[in-house]
């Protein structure tokens, strides 16, 4: 990956790697599918927790290493302990902290999906801001195959938001697998590509978004994610307005400005 640059992160079961401003994060355990042992929750903790105090990261592109993006919870290492009182909500609290995370932090996240999103790895598809699909793509709802409710790590939360309510209900209550083409006719992933071309596709939109100014960006992502859940029309007005005001008082909108006049890529101060 051309310009790219690595921390000091020990992590076991993240292969991370940084790119200018974009930090491309991969859950690396493709032996196990990529499936969520401890050290991996443990280590997704960790990297999404810390990035609102992460100023040199403006984007971050979630994928899978090897033929599956994540197919949910191994199930040979359990993180709930013996699955009792509060032992086990605490394990499961680990997980479903996760998409919160995701969901709070500042940097827009990017999902590449390949192969199987299955229960867990679903949510963290559901959780990212952008999905894209490779053409191997599945994603189900994995946990009412497993003897469990279907509503598990925000997943009842983020499925009828981004696609419709009878679409949530139907893969919910079946557990069944939403494959490629169909995830883009119902607005689930933003597009489909070959599985060789994710990187690519990625990186495009990336760019993309590194022309926005960090505060714009930021804010954007802030209020996109309130909107979903505003009551009202008047209570989304009132955040645009806000944000408006905030970018206008900044020097991002005097360099956006002469950036559009001149014909050229804006430098954003950091």
């Not at 280590?43 to 609102?52: A, Q, S, T």
């Not at 680990?94 to 500042?106: A, D, G, N, Q, Y």
């Not at 992502?221 to 209570?235: F, I, Q």
């Amino acid at each position: 990956m051309a310009g790219e640059s690595t921390r000091n992160e020990a992590y076991e079961t993240l292969d991370l790697k940084y790119d200018g401003a974009v930090a491309w994060l991969t859950l690396n355990r493709p032996d196990s599918l990529n499936a969520l042992n401890p050290r991996l929750v443990t280590e997704l903790r960790d990297f999404f927790g810390g990035l609102r105090q992460r100023s040199d990261v403006r984007i971050v592109v979630l994928r899978g290493a090897g033929r599956a993006f994540c197919a949910g919870l191994d199930l040979k290492q359990p993180i709930s302990g013996d699955g009792a009182g509060e032992s086990a909500l605490a394990g499961q609290r680990r997980i479903s902290e996760i998409v919160i995370l995701m969901r709070r932090c500042p940097q827009p996240i990017i999902a590449c999906i390949q192969g199987a999103a299955a229960g867990g790895g679903f949510a963290l598809a559901l959780a990212s801001d952008v999905r894209i699909a490779g053409e191997s793509a599945r994603m189900n709802a994995a946990f009412i195959r497993l003897g469990l409710s279907a509503f598990d790590v925000g997943v009842s939360y983020f499925l009828p938001r981004l696609a419709g309510a009878s679409l949530a209900y139907e893969l919910m209550l079946t557990g069944r697998f939403i494959h490629a083409d169909r995830a883009l006719a119902t607005g689930l992933v933003s597009t489909v590509v070959p599985d060789e071309d994710l990187e690519a596709e990625a990186r495009k939109l990336a760019d993309e978004m590194l022309l926005t100014s960090p505060l714009g960006l930021e804010l954007t992502k802030e209020c996109l994610n309130a909107s979903l859940d505003a009551g009202s029309l008047e209570a989304a007005v009132a955040m645009e307005d806000r944000n408006q005001i905030l970018c206008a008082q900044s020097d991002y909108l005097r360099e956006g400005i002469a950036a559009f006049l001149q014909k050229r890529r804006p430098r954003w101060a950091e």
